[in-house]
């Protein structure tokens, strides 16, 4: 954003769209990860004056921007999700410009002159132009504008302190002539100008500048200003150096406690945190202490960290290092009171123990009377709650807190608390830490060690166990180790220490046993969770399946207590909220869970779950052509709330990878029928949305589901759904075995409906062969069978097939009205899938009849539709269609966009489309 709204991939600029999106873009990455409602959107963009069509021309931008983060960043870890009233950019925040420039500005602060002038100009070096350019000045964010500002000047005192004057002169003069009432800028060009010799010049500026500001502002000169004038007139020379740093000595005859423990041998990585803890320290505004909470999951370092960062911050803290254990978590002693802990400091400080008050009121006003006027560092480490801390705040500034703790402490946060949560190590940093124990891999292992640190999820404490094992039982190869963790049966046992009651389940173990009963019974549910997220939908649908079901009557009043129950786990960090009601867990916690276990088989129950959530998600897509109906039935189930497409879209997004992890969980249980109906249903998301592997693997599920089943009509609708993904990708010929088949099974049942979606298929696939004659007439017998049947769908897709088969005889003439009454029927049933692509249909017959207008008017409405909706590979071809229409008008450089767009969009889909589409643009540019 420190300059044209893009992307740089490697040496690459990649830029979206136009203005419009761009802007869009801007206003997201302005607020990264927080939601942006789309009323925002519109009102910034058109100025509170947005067009009738603003809402959709905004999903249109969506649609598109989402498309071209997927070229931007193909790992897809960055992406726009749709969050109730608008979008949230999920991303990295460091991987936005104007973070780096704040984080290398706050990391300048308090260090040497030489390290602050490198950093700074690392910063001032991310800008490229003025900020936000290339968006029409839709956006505004004066914020940047002024962190330049601040970039500069920090960077500008840190080379004056390093005796740089005579290099900044000219560039000072050229910032104060733009911004002539930036004082600290005059302030700088004066104090250059001084200690160059230039005394004279350094008094006008100051002049120039003192005589505006009355002029035009009716001010005087702030009182630093005016200090540095007084300075120079008497020819202060103290000026020609730059000021020592101050240090605070510690007091005399007062004990300097160090109580940190030893920092833990082998600590590997951790410099984002690391330097997270620098920023407290540096960023207290000096009228308060320093506090910093690191928060995390069992085993994830938080202690570790504390001790390494005090240690090597040792130096900061003249005034001593006091350390307490809080004991929050331990199952065998209670946490250790606010009373105790400030006796101990009391001692530690140099008090004696007969003048340590009894009152925990006076305790406390003691030890805070004691730090009021020290440089020193105070580590909380296990904390229970906020509660248990807060008596053990300095109330002065000088000092720093540093806590730790397994829930989150959001109380602290009124106290004026900065949050951390700790994650799991990076896959190379965890490697590390194995690597310390156990030595560097040999050559042909480095695969095997990645592998064992996957299988330790990357936490700390599980890569130590690892690595020790590794160490302590030699006779264990590591291709051993490996087998055993790969068994989800032995993993856990795997990772503990013998003989020492330490190892990954004695660490889940404590926090386990801190919950209450719900939270315990929705930990064990938790458990029978095949796909790697959960929402509080899920789980109310579990608690009341469960034989110790909470009693929570309504469906509202259990999702609202389940959501309660995940987000106290969440609290603990047994599971992540990762999104508005999504909850992760990591893959230890999971198999902890799992041998809780709930002691009932509740795999039905989730499956069933999935199937009215995915039907009524797969509603709002397109019309639904069988004749499986979860969403109007089941009112037992709680229900999602998703209203309209762009919901259900975003709906099956999130919830697809637990979509095939119940389809396959359920396929290996026996569960067959409920297998093949949920691949049915999801195979309606993913004809929207189309994407070969996935929609392959779930649909093959289904089929083998099916007849396994022994479910004739759920055989017939699968092979349909693979018939038409075939299809989708240009492979009709292939549909062929499928569909006889499936003609013949719906034949028997006598099933007019399914015959008429056989005899379709069979007929695309003749027509894939181009045997047009025999395609014509099983088309005009599935027509019949539909309107038998009262199908609509049915009939609005065949009078589609029959207009192509007509326009491939040579009579494209003759296949205007069927193809204009199938655009009426989908419109009638609400397809808007097939709506945009029979008008697709119908501007390419239009423009193989030489009418133009009419041709371009319905490639522009498909292309809006697909757009809207998302329609991927409807808007790839509607474009083809009007880059020919406009190719034709004379006007190639639109077709070329066109073109381009159209190539975009089949990639993305993996369409073998695109190969035509890349040779098109390239007999286009010939023909120029």
Same mark, same amino acid.
């Given at each position: 954003m420190l300059g044209p709204v893009c992307a740089l991939v490697g040496e690459n600029t990649l830029v979206p769209g136009g203005p419009g999106l761009r802007g869009m873009l801007a206003m997201l990455l302005l607020e990264p990860n927080q939601v942006v409602s789309v009323e925002r959107v519109m009102d910034v963009l058109w100025d509170h004056e947005p067009p009738a069509t603003a809402r959709t021309i905004v999903q249109g931008y969506v649609s598109r921007l989402r498309r071209w983060m997927s070229t931007v960043d193909p790992t897809r870890e960055t992406r726009i999700q749709t969050s109730g009233p608008g979008y949230r950019l999920v991303v990295d925040e460091a991987r936005i410009d104007v973070a780096l420039a704040r984080e290398l500005l706050a990391a300048s602060r308090g260090r040497p002159a030489a390290e602050?002038?490198?950093?700074?100009?690392?910063? @001032?070096g991310l800008w490229r132009g003025p900020e936000l350019s290339g968006i029409g000045g839709r956006v505004r964010a004066p914020e940047l504008a002024e962190l330049r500002l601040t970039v500069l000047e920090a960077r500008i005192d840190a080379d004056l302190e390093l005796g740089r004057h005579d290099e900044v002169i000219g560039e000072l003069a050229a910032l104060v002539d733009t911004h002539p009432f930036r004082e600290h800028l005059v302030g700088q060009l004066a104090l250059a100008l001084y200690r160059s010799g230039r005394r004279a010049a350094a008094l006008e500026i100051y002049q120039r500048f003192a005589h505006r500001a009355a002029r035009e502002l009716g001010l005087d000169p702030g009182p630093g200003l005016r200090e540095l004038h007084s300075r120079i007139l008497r020819d202060d020379t103290a000026l020609l150096q730059s000021r020592p740093p101050a240090v605070v000595a510690p007091r005399v005859g007062v004990l300097t406690p160090a109580q940190l423990p030893a920092a833990p041998s082998g600590f590997t990585g951790r410099e984002p945190d690391l330097g997270w803890l620098d920023d407290v320290r540096l960023g207290a505004d000096g009228t308060a202490p320093a506090i910093g909470v690191l928060v995390g999951p069992a085993g994830v370092g938080k202690s570790a960290l504390a001790v390494v960062w005090g240690t090597r911050a040792?130096?900061?803290?003249p005034d001593g290092r006091l350390y307490a254990a809080l004991r929050g978590f331990d199952p065998d002693h209670e946490p250790v009171e606010p009373a105790e802990v400030l006796a101990r400091f009391l001692l530690a400080l140099g008090v004696a123990a007969e003048h340590i008050p009894e009152d925990l009121?006076?305790?406390?006003?003691?030890?805070?009377?004691?730090?009021?006027? /020290?440089?020193?560092? #105070? #580590?909380?480490?296990?904390?229970?709650?906020?509660?248990?801390?807060?008596?053990?705040?300095?109330?002065?500034?000088?000092?720093?807190?540093?806590?730790?703790s397994r829930r989150r402490l959001d109380g602290l946060v009124t106290d004026g608390a900065a949050l951390r949560v700790l994650d799991?190590?990076?896959?190379?940093?965890?490697?590390?830490?194995?690597?310390?124990?156990?030595?560097?891999?040999?050559?042909?292992?480095?695969?095997?060690?990645?592998?064992l640190a996957k299988l330790c999820g990357h936490l700390p404490l599980a890569l130590r166990i690892a690595g020790a094992r590794l160490v302590v039982s030699p006779q264990w190869s590591l291709q051993e180790l490996v087998d055993e963790l790969a068994d989800e049966h032995t993993r856990l046992s795997a990772l503990r220490v013998q003989d020492v009651d330490t190892g990954v389940r004695a660490a889940l173990d404590l926090t386990y046993g801190g919950l209450d009963?719900? @939270?315990a019974e929705a930990l064990r549910l938790l458990g029978a969770v095949p796909g790697p997220t959960v929402g509080p939908h899920l789980l109310a649908t579990m608690v009341a399946r469960c034989p110790h079901d909470s009693a929570v009557a309504g469906e509202d009043d259990r999702v609202a207590a389940a959501r309660d129950w995940l987000r106290a786990l969440a609290a603990l960090f047994l599971v992540t909220e990762t999104d508005l009601d999504v909850f992760g867990m990591h893959d230890l916690v999971r198999l902890y869970a799992r041998e809780l276990g709930p002691d009932v088989d509740l795999l039905p129950v989730v499956l069933r779950y999935y199937l009215v959530a995915a039907d009524i998600a797969r509603r709002h897509l397109r019309a639904v052509a069988d004749d499986l109906d979860y969403a109007d039935g089941h009112q037992d189930v709680p229900r999602p709330r998703i209203a309209g497409r762009e919901e259900a879209l975003a709906w099956f997004e999130r919830e697809w990878p637990n979509l095939i992890a119940a389809a396959e969980a359920g396929a290996k249980a026996g569960l067959h029928t409920e297998v093949w109906q949920l691949a049915r249903m999801a195979g309606?998301?993913?004809? #929207? /949305?189309?994407?070969?592997?996935?929609?392959?693997?779930?649909?093959?599920?289904?089929?083998?589901?099916?007849r396994s089943a022994g479910d004739r009509r759920g055989e017939v609708l699968m092979r349909l759904s693979r018939c038409v993904l075939l299809t989708r990708f240009d492979q009709e010929d292939e549909t062929v075995a499928d569909a006889e088949r499936a003609v013949a099974i719906a034949t028997e049942l006598r099933d007019s409906k399914l015959m008429a979606m056989g005899f379709n298929t069979v007929a695309g696939a003749l027509y894939g062969q181009k045997r047009y004659g025999e395609a014509l007439a099983g088309y005009r017998k599935a027509l019949e069978l539909s309107g038998r049947a009262g199908y609509r769908l049915g009939e609005a897709n065949l009078l589609n097939n029959i207009a192509q088969v007509h326009r491939n005889l040579g009579s494209p003439s003759e296949a205007v009205g069927p193809q204009a009454q199938a655009v009426a029927i989908f419109r009638e049933v609400g397809d808007h899938g097939f709506v945009g692509h029979a008008l697709a249909n119908l501007a390419e017959l239009e423009h193989e009849l030489d009418l133009a207008e009419a041709a371009e008017l319905h490639a522009r409405e498909a292309i809006a539709t697909a757009e809207a909706?998302?329609?991927?590979?409807?808007?790839a071809f509607a474009r083809e269609v009007l880059a020919r229409v406009l190719r034709d008008r004379g006007d190639v450089g639109a077709a070329r966009v066109e073109l381009t767009l159209a190539l975009e969009l089949y990639r993305l889909v993996q369409s073998p489309a695109a190969d035509a589409v890349q040779a098109g643009l390239a007999a286009l540019s010939k023909d120029v």
């Open positions: 602050r002038a490198e950093l700074l100009a690392r910063a @001032q040792a130096g900061e803290f009121t006076e305790r406390v006003t003691f030890y805070r009377s004691l730090l009021a006027d /020290r440089r020193l560092l #105070v #580590v909380l480490d296990d904390a229970r709650d906020s509660d248990q801390v807060r008596p053990l705040l300095p109330g002065a500034p000088g000092a720093m807190v540093l806590v730790t799991t190590l990076p896959p190379e940093e965890a490697e590390a830490v194995i690597a310390h124990a156990a030595g560097p891999p040999a050559a042909d292992e480095r695969d095997l060690r990645a592998r009963a719900a @939270q309606d998301f993913r004809r #929207v /949305r189309s994407r070969r592997d996935d929609w392959e693997h779930v649909l093959r599920l289904g089929l083998e589901s099916a909706h998302g329609l991927d590979l409807t808007e």
